[in-house]
Protein backbone atom coordinates (compact mmCIF):
# COMPACT_ATOMS: atom_id res chain seq x y z
CA UNK A 1 0.00 0.00 0.00
CA UNK A 2 1.47 3.52 -0.65
CA UNK A 3 -0.26 6.86 0.71
CA UNK A 4 -0.33 10.17 -0.36
CA UNK A 5 -1.24 13.14 1.79
CA UNK A 6 -1.83 11.39 4.99
CA UNK A 7 -1.99 14.39 6.52
CA UNK A 8 -1.48 17.94 4.85
CA UNK A 9 2.01 18.80 6.18
CA UNK A 10 2.94 15.64 4.07
CA UNK A 11 2.53 17.85 0.81
CA UNK A 12 3.71 21.20 0.35
CA UNK A 13 3.47 23.44 -2.85
CA UNK A 14 4.55 26.17 -3.70
CA UNK A 15 4.06 28.55 -6.54
CA UNK A 16 7.26 29.91 -8.82
CA UNK A 17 6.39 32.77 -10.39
CA UNK A 18 8.42 36.11 -11.40
CA UNK A 19 6.88 38.94 -9.64
CA UNK A 20 7.56 42.38 -10.90
CA UNK A 21 7.01 44.61 -7.79
CA UNK A 22 8.06 47.80 -8.63
CA UNK A 23 5.07 49.96 -7.36
CA UNK A 24 1.90 50.20 -8.54
CA UNK A 25 -1.35 49.73 -8.14
CA UNK A 26 -1.59 46.31 -7.51
CA UNK A 27 -1.03 44.97 -3.71
CA UNK A 28 0.20 41.49 -3.99
CA UNK A 29 0.44 39.18 -1.35
CA UNK A 30 1.61 35.40 -0.45
CA UNK A 31 -1.33 33.24 0.25
CA UNK A 32 -0.23 30.18 2.96
CA UNK A 33 -3.25 28.25 3.58
CA UNK A 34 -3.54 24.03 4.93
CA UNK A 35 -6.21 21.57 4.53
CA UNK A 36 -8.68 23.87 2.38
CA UNK A 37 -9.31 25.08 -0.97
CA UNK A 38 -7.93 28.01 -2.69
CA UNK A 39 -11.65 29.18 -3.24
CA UNK A 40 -12.31 28.73 0.63
CA UNK A 41 -8.58 30.70 1.08
CA UNK A 42 -9.73 33.30 -0.96
CA UNK A 43 -13.44 33.87 0.53
CA UNK A 44 -11.81 34.38 3.39
CA UNK A 45 -9.76 37.20 2.46
CA UNK A 46 -13.13 38.60 0.82
CA UNK A 47 -14.92 38.24 3.91
CA UNK A 48 -12.05 39.98 6.60
CA UNK A 49 -11.26 42.78 4.31
CA UNK A 50 -14.73 43.19 1.98
CA UNK A 51 -12.95 43.46 -1.33
CA UNK A 52 -14.56 41.63 -4.50
CA UNK A 53 -11.76 40.86 -6.86
CA UNK A 54 -8.75 38.97 -6.20
CA UNK A 55 -6.25 37.67 -8.23
CA UNK A 56 -4.61 34.62 -8.31
CA UNK A 57 -2.75 32.31 -10.74
CA UNK A 58 -4.35 28.85 -10.03
CA UNK A 59 -6.23 26.87 -7.44
CA UNK A 60 -3.63 24.54 -4.87
CA UNK A 61 -4.83 21.30 -3.73
CA UNK A 62 -7.00 21.00 -0.13
CA UNK A 63 -5.52 18.23 1.66
CA UNK A 64 -1.88 20.35 1.73
CA UNK A 65 -0.10 22.99 3.14
CA UNK A 66 0.44 25.39 0.13
CA UNK A 67 1.61 28.72 -0.77
CA UNK A 68 0.62 30.82 -3.69
CA UNK A 69 0.39 34.73 -5.25
CA UNK A 70 -2.84 36.66 -5.15
CA UNK A 71 -3.00 40.75 -5.76
CA UNK A 72 -5.65 42.97 -4.80
CA UNK A 73 -6.24 46.62 -6.96
CA UNK A 74 -5.22 49.23 -4.19
CA UNK A 75 -5.37 46.21 -1.11
CA UNK A 76 -4.07 47.06 1.90
CA UNK A 77 -0.23 47.32 3.19
CA UNK A 78 -0.35 44.75 5.87
CA UNK A 79 -0.69 41.31 6.57
CA UNK A 80 -3.93 38.60 7.56
CA UNK A 81 -4.21 36.13 9.91
CA UNK A 82 -7.43 34.05 9.32
CA UNK A 83 -8.84 30.34 10.12
CA UNK A 84 -6.59 27.67 8.14
CA UNK A 85 -4.78 30.68 5.93
CA UNK A 86 -2.37 33.42 6.07
CA UNK A 87 -1.66 36.45 4.15
CA UNK A 88 1.87 38.23 4.11
CA UNK A 89 2.03 41.38 2.34
CA UNK A 90 4.71 41.68 -0.63
CA UNK A 91 4.41 44.50 -1.98
CA UNK A 92 3.28 46.54 -5.09
CA UNK A 93 2.86 45.88 -8.69
CA UNK A 94 1.69 47.38 -11.95
CA UNK A 95 -0.10 44.81 -12.99
CA UNK A 96 -2.38 41.95 -10.69
CA UNK A 97 -1.71 38.02 -10.87
CA UNK A 98 -4.05 36.44 -13.71
CA UNK A 99 -4.83 32.74 -13.97
CA UNK A 100 -1.87 30.54 -15.83
CA UNK A 101 0.14 33.89 -14.37
CA UNK A 102 3.10 31.23 -12.91
CA UNK A 103 5.78 29.49 -14.10
CA UNK A 104 5.24 26.36 -12.18
CA UNK A 105 5.50 25.08 -8.81
CA UNK A 106 7.91 23.17 -5.99
CA UNK A 107 6.65 19.78 -4.36
CA UNK A 108 7.50 18.52 -1.35
CA UNK A 109 6.12 15.14 -1.07
CA UNK A 110 5.75 12.67 1.43
CA UNK A 111 4.75 8.93 0.37
CA UNK A 112 3.60 6.68 3.02
CA UNK A 113 2.86 2.91 4.35
CA UNK A 114 5.61 1.64 1.73
CA UNK A 115 6.82 -2.14 2.22
CA UNK A 116 10.27 -2.20 2.72
CA UNK A 117 10.68 -4.93 0.25
CA UNK A 118 9.46 -2.58 -2.36
CA UNK A 119 11.74 0.25 -2.27
CA UNK A 120 14.17 -0.98 -4.62
CA UNK A 121 11.53 -0.89 -7.14
CA UNK A 122 10.94 2.61 -7.00
CA UNK A 123 12.99 4.30 -10.13
CA UNK A 124 13.84 7.70 -11.06
CA UNK A 125 12.00 9.59 -13.71
CA UNK A 126 12.96 12.35 -16.03
CA UNK A 127 9.70 13.06 -17.84
CA UNK A 128 6.13 12.14 -16.79
CA UNK A 129 3.37 12.01 -18.84
CA UNK A 130 0.90 15.07 -18.78
CA UNK A 131 -2.04 13.58 -17.37
CA UNK A 132 -5.09 15.29 -15.74
CA UNK A 133 -4.95 13.61 -11.87
CA UNK A 134 -8.20 12.81 -9.27
CA UNK A 135 -8.06 16.23 -8.44
CA UNK A 136 -9.92 17.33 -11.77
CA UNK A 137 -12.05 14.23 -11.49
CA UNK A 138 -14.76 14.52 -8.59
CA UNK A 139 -17.38 12.25 -8.02
CA UNK A 140 -20.12 13.56 -10.69
CA UNK A 141 -17.67 16.22 -12.28
CA UNK A 142 -17.52 14.05 -15.89
CA UNK A 143 -20.55 13.02 -15.70
CA UNK A 144 -22.07 16.11 -15.01
CA UNK A 145 -19.64 17.74 -18.29
CA UNK A 146 -20.77 14.82 -20.55
CA UNK A 147 -24.32 15.95 -20.41
CA UNK A 148 -23.55 19.60 -20.65
CA UNK A 149 -21.72 19.06 -23.97
CA UNK A 150 -24.40 16.61 -24.49
CA UNK A 151 -27.09 18.99 -24.07
CA UNK A 152 -29.03 16.82 -21.88
CA UNK A 153 -29.51 20.05 -19.36
CA UNK A 154 -32.16 18.37 -17.71
CA UNK A 155 -30.35 15.43 -16.94
CA UNK A 156 -27.70 17.16 -15.59
CA UNK A 157 -29.43 19.01 -13.36
CA UNK A 158 -31.46 16.08 -11.85
CA UNK A 159 -27.46 14.43 -11.09
CA UNK A 160 -26.62 17.44 -9.87
CA UNK A 161 -29.85 17.71 -7.23
CA UNK A 162 -28.51 14.40 -6.12
CA UNK A 163 -25.47 15.89 -4.07
CA UNK A 164 -25.43 17.46 -0.86
CA UNK A 165 -22.78 20.53 -1.28
CA UNK A 166 -24.54 23.86 -1.02
CA UNK A 167 -24.95 24.19 -4.85
CA UNK A 168 -26.43 21.06 -5.22
CA UNK A 169 -29.13 22.16 -2.80
CA UNK A 170 -29.47 25.40 -4.73
CA UNK A 171 -30.39 23.08 -7.87
CA UNK A 172 -32.76 20.93 -6.13
CA UNK A 173 -34.70 23.56 -4.76
CA UNK A 174 -34.81 25.06 -7.98
CA UNK A 175 -36.10 22.52 -9.41
CA UNK A 176 -38.47 21.98 -6.72
CA UNK A 177 -40.23 25.18 -7.67
CA UNK A 178 -39.85 25.00 -11.80
CA UNK A 179 -39.43 21.16 -12.17
CA UNK A 180 -39.45 22.33 -15.90
CA UNK A 181 -36.56 24.86 -16.09
CA UNK A 182 -33.23 23.01 -16.17
CA UNK A 183 -31.20 26.02 -17.85
CA UNK A 184 -32.58 28.02 -14.51
CA UNK A 185 -31.55 25.54 -12.30
CA UNK A 186 -27.91 25.27 -13.66
CA UNK A 187 -27.63 29.04 -13.66
CA UNK A 188 -27.79 29.30 -9.91
CA UNK A 189 -24.58 27.64 -9.81
CA UNK A 190 -21.29 29.88 -10.35
CA UNK A 191 -20.21 29.96 -13.62
CA UNK A 192 -16.46 28.25 -12.88
CA UNK A 193 -18.01 25.50 -11.30
CA UNK A 194 -19.98 24.88 -14.54
CA UNK A 195 -16.87 25.67 -16.71
CA UNK A 196 -15.04 22.61 -13.82
CA UNK A 197 -17.32 20.28 -15.21
CA UNK A 198 -16.98 20.88 -18.83
CA UNK A 199 -12.86 20.99 -18.12
CA UNK A 200 -13.61 17.40 -16.41
CA UNK A 201 -14.91 15.76 -19.44
CA UNK A 202 -12.39 17.68 -21.99
CA UNK A 203 -9.62 16.17 -18.95
CA UNK A 204 -10.99 12.49 -19.31
CA UNK A 205 -10.81 12.88 -23.15
CA UNK A 206 -7.32 13.56 -22.99
CA UNK A 207 -6.35 11.28 -20.83
CA UNK A 208 -7.68 8.49 -22.66
CA UNK A 209 -5.95 10.26 -26.00
CA UNK A 210 -3.00 10.14 -24.42
CA UNK A 211 -2.96 6.96 -22.85
CA UNK A 212 -3.81 5.14 -26.47
CA UNK A 213 -1.19 6.83 -27.93
CA UNK A 214 1.41 5.66 -25.07
CA UNK A 215 -0.07 2.37 -25.66
CA UNK A 216 0.13 2.90 -29.46
CA UNK A 217 4.15 3.69 -29.34
CA UNK A 218 5.74 1.48 -26.35
CA UNK A 219 6.49 -2.13 -25.64
CA UNK A 220 6.64 -1.65 -22.20
CA UNK A 221 4.49 -0.16 -19.72
CA UNK A 222 2.77 -0.16 -16.25
CA UNK A 223 -1.09 0.59 -15.87
CA UNK A 224 -2.02 2.27 -12.44
CA UNK A 225 -5.78 2.51 -11.96
CA UNK A 226 -7.15 5.61 -11.00
CA UNK A 227 -11.25 6.79 -10.86
CA UNK A 228 -11.73 6.96 -14.69
CA UNK A 229 -9.57 4.45 -15.83
CA UNK A 230 -5.95 3.69 -16.24
CA UNK A 231 -2.89 5.83 -16.21
CA UNK A 232 -0.06 4.43 -18.72
CA UNK A 233 3.24 4.52 -17.63
CA UNK A 234 5.91 3.53 -20.14
CA UNK A 235 9.21 2.06 -20.13
CA UNK A 236 10.81 3.46 -22.98
CA UNK A 237 11.26 6.92 -24.17
CA UNK A 238 8.52 8.37 -26.33
CA UNK A 239 7.92 10.61 -28.92
CA UNK A 240 4.32 13.03 -28.44
CA UNK A 241 3.73 16.38 -29.06
CA UNK A 242 0.83 18.29 -27.96
CA UNK A 243 -2.57 16.81 -28.31
CA UNK A 244 -6.04 19.01 -28.66
CA UNK A 245 -8.50 19.27 -25.73
CA UNK A 246 -11.25 19.82 -28.12
CA UNK A 247 -13.38 22.63 -28.04
CA UNK A 248 -14.98 24.16 -31.48
CA UNK A 249 -12.30 25.85 -33.05
CA UNK A 250 -8.81 23.63 -31.82
CA UNK A 251 -7.19 21.81 -35.17
CA UNK A 252 -7.17 17.86 -34.80
CA UNK A 253 -3.76 17.50 -37.24
CA UNK A 254 -1.30 14.80 -36.98
CA UNK A 255 -1.41 11.36 -35.04
CA UNK A 256 -2.04 12.89 -31.75
CA UNK A 257 -5.12 14.86 -33.42
CA UNK A 258 -6.03 11.90 -35.25
CA UNK A 259 -6.03 9.76 -31.96
CA UNK A 260 -8.13 12.57 -30.28
CA UNK A 261 -10.97 12.39 -32.88
CA UNK A 262 -10.92 9.08 -32.66
CA UNK A 263 -11.47 9.01 -28.80
CA UNK A 264 -13.91 12.02 -29.36
CA UNK A 265 -15.84 9.71 -31.40
CA UNK A 266 -16.34 6.61 -29.55
CA UNK A 267 -17.55 9.24 -26.82
CA UNK A 268 -20.40 10.55 -29.24
CA UNK A 269 -18.94 14.28 -29.27
CA UNK A 270 -17.62 16.61 -31.96
CA UNK A 271 -15.96 19.88 -31.92
CA UNK A 272 -19.12 21.68 -32.59
CA UNK A 273 -20.38 20.50 -29.40
CA UNK A 274 -18.58 21.96 -27.28
CA UNK A 275 -20.60 25.53 -28.10
CA UNK A 276 -23.39 25.97 -25.48
CA UNK A 277 -25.61 28.66 -26.50
CA UNK A 278 -27.93 28.36 -24.02
CA UNK A 279 -25.42 28.93 -20.95
CA UNK A 280 -23.35 31.89 -21.77
CA UNK A 281 -19.99 31.41 -21.00
CA UNK A 282 -19.39 27.97 -21.00
CA UNK A 283 -18.84 27.39 -25.06
CA UNK A 284 -15.01 25.83 -25.28
CA UNK A 285 -12.17 27.04 -28.08
CA UNK A 286 -10.37 24.33 -26.78
CA UNK A 287 -6.40 24.68 -26.69
CA UNK A 288 -3.55 21.85 -26.64
CA UNK A 289 -1.63 20.53 -23.66
CA UNK A 290 1.73 18.89 -23.79
CA UNK A 291 1.91 15.02 -23.83
CA UNK A 292 5.41 14.88 -22.02
CA UNK A 293 6.51 16.79 -19.17
CA UNK A 294 10.20 17.43 -17.75
CA UNK A 295 10.43 16.70 -14.27
CA UNK A 296 13.21 19.51 -12.83
CA UNK A 297 15.17 18.62 -9.75
CA UNK A 298 13.87 15.34 -8.69
CA UNK A 299 15.21 14.15 -5.52
CA UNK A 300 13.74 11.32 -2.89
CA UNK A 301 15.05 9.50 0.14
CA UNK A 302 13.86 7.05 2.40
CA UNK A 303 12.98 6.96 6.52
CA UNK A 304 10.85 4.87 8.38
CA UNK A 305 7.48 5.69 8.91
CA UNK A 306 6.47 6.94 12.17
CA UNK A 307 2.70 6.73 11.47
CA UNK A 308 3.11 2.68 10.24
CA UNK A 309 5.24 0.49 12.27
CA UNK A 310 7.86 -1.63 10.10
CA UNK A 311 6.95 0.21 7.32
CA UNK A 312 8.95 3.04 5.07
CA UNK A 313 8.07 6.54 4.28
CA UNK A 314 9.83 8.47 0.87
CA UNK A 315 10.35 12.22 0.93
CA UNK A 316 9.80 13.53 -2.82
CA UNK A 317 11.26 17.35 -3.63
CA UNK A 318 10.70 18.42 -7.19
CA UNK A 319 9.54 20.86 -9.53
CA UNK A 320 6.89 21.18 -12.33
CA UNK A 321 5.73 23.51 -14.64
CA UNK A 322 2.69 25.16 -14.59
CA UNK A 323 -0.99 23.13 -14.70
CA UNK A 324 0.94 19.71 -14.20
CA UNK A 325 0.60 17.58 -10.87
CA UNK A 326 2.76 16.34 -8.54
CA UNK A 327 0.96 13.64 -7.43
CA UNK A 328 0.95 12.36 -11.46
CA UNK A 329 5.42 12.32 -10.60
CA UNK A 330 4.84 10.27 -7.70
CA UNK A 331 2.42 7.54 -9.38
CA UNK A 332 5.25 7.33 -12.13
CA UNK A 333 7.97 7.20 -9.60
CA UNK A 334 6.04 4.42 -7.98
CA UNK A 335 4.81 2.69 -11.00
CA UNK A 336 6.31 -0.60 -10.38
CA UNK A 337 5.01 -1.00 -6.83
CA UNK A 338 1.41 0.13 -7.89
CA UNK A 339 1.02 -1.82 -10.78
CA UNK A 340 2.32 -4.70 -12.46
CA UNK A 341 3.86 -4.54 -15.57
CA UNK A 342 1.79 -5.06 -19.24
Known amino acids: MVVIKAKPEDFLVRE ?4 DLSGGSHSVYELKKKGMT ?21 LKDRQAVTWQHISILNGRKADLKGDGFSLRYLGKSPQGIVLGGLIGNGFEIVVRDIDPSRVDQVEDVEQIPNYFDEQRFSERNVEVGRLLVAKEF ?3 AALLAEGTGREELGVLRFLEAEPGNAIGALRTLDQKLLLLFVHSFQSLLFNECLGRLIRSKSSRFFL ?13 SLSIGDIPLPGFSVSYSGEEGDMMKRVMSEQGVQ ?24 VKDLSFGWDEDEMNNGRKKCLIRFNLGSGSYGTIVVKALFRKVLQDRQ
Not at 38 to 58: M, P, S
Request: charged share 30%.
Open 16 to 19: VAEL
Open 224 to 236: VPYSEGEFVFPED
Open 154 to 156: AKA
Open 271 to 294: ERDFILKSLAGLSCEGSFRSGFVD
Open 38 to 58: TDQALFGVRKAWRVKRIGYAG
